[in-house]
């Protein structure tokens, strides 16, 4: 039976959970007094992070679920995301509209990746 590493394990959840060479990520938001722009940049940065702990980085990312608070920051959020993203590495990805946990929240990222 395969190992299952966990990390940074909270009474909710854990940031990190490896599995058979996958990586799964909790889903990571910005700070509440930035605007989607800033949210995304955060999100991103801490996933870089996340990513970089276990060994891995965001070209081996294969799945990106993001929630939006709103669609109508979905050109911001792709900006930020295309710019973000390695030529060549996209993964798959869903975006869709979603009441978040806080009212400040604009982004939440939820990604899955390979070690």
């Not at 990312?61 to 959020?77: E, N, P, V």
């Not at 930020?80 to 939440?108: D, F, I, Q, S, Y």
């Amino acid at each position: 039976m395969a190992e299952i590493i966990r990390k940074h394990t909270g009474e909710r959840s854990s940031k990190i959970v490896i599995h058979n060479e996958t990586i799964y990520l909790t889903g990571q938001v910005g700070n509440p007094d930035e605007d989607i722009s800033d949210q995304a940049r955060t999100c991103l940065r801490k996933i870089d992070e996340l990513l970089a702990e276990v060994g891995s980085d965001k070209s081996r990312i294969l799945q990106t679920t993001i929630w939006l608070a709103d669609m109508s920051d979905f050109a911001a959020l792709n900006e930020v995301w295309n710019a973000w993203v390695p030529e060549g590495h996209a993964p798959a990805r869903a975006c869709g509209e979603a009441k978040l946990a806080r009212p400040t929240l604009k982004v939440e990222m939820i990604v899955t990746a390979a070690l």
